[in-house]
């Protein structure tokens, strides 16, 4: 990251692993030089998270440690520089999903945004893509909550944990999946 500092007038920005780091790592990466940091979050909740990234998969990685090490990079890097990876499509529900984004922007940390998207010869391979209709309806949420537009808590969701409103007037709602802002990529 010093390196590149001195080389290059760019942003540096460094995809973290939790498991692997402390405190003073990230202090140390920051006073290198770089701006942000991004950390593989990925999962909408603590059991999703056992179970593709913990235990579950016999993994070194634990919710808690990630929570603190976002907040601590958010500490050290300030406010947007600290973005948390989301996929949506293991398993959890739009309103899952939807009140993590919230909570993280609330909490001062970017949300980056992908599907899931299996890979052939993995053990996810035969594991579906997210319904693009659900993908979408997260996108826009994103979009709506990071505008200040609206937050979870004014949206409603139905029995299944699906959007069904996203407490924002037609006329706004319109105006913003018109644009097709909403549906840019900000993650992978």
């Known amino acids: 990251a010093r390196r590149l500092r001195q080389e290059t007038p760019l942003p540096v920005s460094v995809l973290i692993s939790p498991t692997l780091l402390r405190a003073e790592d990230l202090q140390a990466m920051k006073e290198a030089g770089v701006?942000?940091?991004?950390?593989?979050?990925?999962?909408?909740?603590?059991?999703?998270?056992?179970?593709?990234?913990?235990?579950?998969?016999?993994?070194?990685?634990?919710?808690?440690?990630?929570?603190?090490?976002?907040?601590?990079?958010?500490?050290?890097?300030?406010?947007?520089?600290?973005?948390?990876?989301?996929?949506?499509?293991?398993?959890?529900?739009?309103?899952?999903?939807?009140s993590l984004m919230d909570r993280l922007w609330r909490k001062g940390v970017v949300n980056h945004l992908f599907s899931f998207f299996a890979e052939k010869g993995s053990r996810l391979?035969?594991?579906?893509?997210?319904?693009?209709?659900?993908?979408?309806?997260?996108?826009?949420?994103?979009?709506?909550?990071?505008?200040?537009?609206?937050?979870?808590?004014?949206?409603?969701?139905?029995?299944k944990g699906r959007i069904a409103s996203f407490g924002v007037e037609e006329e706004r709602l319109d105006r913003a999946i018109g644009s097709g802002t909403p549906f840019m990529t900000t993650g992978c």
């Open 125 to 159: 391979a035969d594991r579906p893509q997210p319904p693009w209709g659900s993908y979408l309806r997260i996108q826009l949420a994103r979009y709506l909550i990071e505008e200040r537009i609206c937050a979870s808590e004014t949206m409603d969701f139905d029995s």
């Open 35 to 98: 701006d942000k940091i991004g950390v593989a979050l990925d999962l909408a909740t603590p059991e999703l998270f056992d179970r593709y990234r913990g235990k579950g998969v016999a993994g070194p990685h634990r919710w808690e440690r990630y929570w603190e090490t976002i907040m601590t990079g958010r500490e050290i890097f300030g406010t947007p520089h600290v973005g948390v990876h989301l996929m949506v499509g293991m398993g959890e529900t739009e309103q899952e999903m939807v």
